[in-house]
């Protein structure tokens, strides 16, 4: 099965914009989703189908995709943004999860 | 409101098996899929398998590492999913997410986990 990579950590202060990638051979010919996962608790699904925001997450976070690289990005980014993010996405064989991203707000 | 609530997990020796029960409400659970995810302590998210919904065939599809020791069933009738967990490996543990699986609409729901511990 292929892999999604992302960066291991990202620091931004607060108010700054945050942005976390994820690569993957297949992401130009599939969807790529966004979760968030704070300590302790189960992952939120942030964005799906590359761009879309489920209802209830904040306008400040938007997804957007280029070839193999897609990108979560949090604008104007709150203390309570941190946490870890994961990508997602498919191939023929199942579901695969990128390996997280740690965001600090410094 | 949706709610998936996760059940079964505890302490079990190598080589045992387990059976994970996710209750669901909140919604019409025969015309969803339902997945699970798995995080081993520290880890990331793992994806461990799917069943599609009765309209879909009922059908399932798991993840290398689980396949052939691990089986997902559905009762539609109790608005449950199973994960029946079978050959269990030390590499297991983990915490055990049930999700529902809204294809292209993404894992929209998740259950607050129940953790399966493999040791001897």
């Known amino acids: 099965s292929y892999e999604l990579t992302q960066p291991p950590s990202v620091s931004v202060s607060p108010g700054q914009t945050a942005r976390i990638t994820c690569s993957g051979d297949?992401?130009?010919?599939?969807?790529a989703y966004w979760y968030q996962q704070k300590p302790g608790q189960a992952p939120v699904l942030v964005i799906y189908?590359?761009?879309e925001r489920p209802s209830g997450i904040p306008e400040r976070f938007s997804g957007s995709s280029s070839g193999t690289t897609v990108t979560l990005t949090i604008s104007g980014v709150q203390a309570e943004d941190e946490a870890d993010y994961y990508c997602?996405?498919?191939?023929?064989?199942?579901?695969?999860f990128g390996g997280g991203t740690k965001l600090t707000v410094l | 409101e949706v709610q998936l609530v996760e059940s079964g997990g505890g302490l079990v020796q190598p080589g045992r098996s387990l059976r994970l029960s996710c209750t669901a409400s909140?919604?019409?659970?025969?015309?969803?899929?339902m997945s699970w995810v798995r995080q081993a302590p520290g880890k990331g998210l793992e994806w461990v398998g799917f069943?599609?919904?009765?309209?879909?065939?009922?059908?399932?599809e798991y993840a290398a590492s689980v396949k052939g020791r691990f089986t997902i069933s559905r009762d539609d009738s109790k608005s449950i999913a199973y994960l029946q967990m079978n050959s269990l490996k030390t590499e297991d543990t983990a915490v055990y997410y049930c999700?529902?699986?809204?294809?292209?609409?993404?894992?929209?729901?998740w259950g607050q986990g129940t953790l399966v511990t493999v040791s001897s």
């Open positions: 189908k590359d761009s």
């Open positions: 069943i599609r919904s009765k309209a879909y065939g009922g059908t399932t």
């Open positions: 997602q996405s498919a191939d023929s064989s199942g579901a695969v």
């Open positions: 999700t529902r699986d809204r294809g292209y609409s993404g894992y929209d729901s």
């Open positions: 297949a992401l130009p010919k599939q969807y």
């Open positions: 909140g919604f019409t659970f025969g015309d969803y899929a």
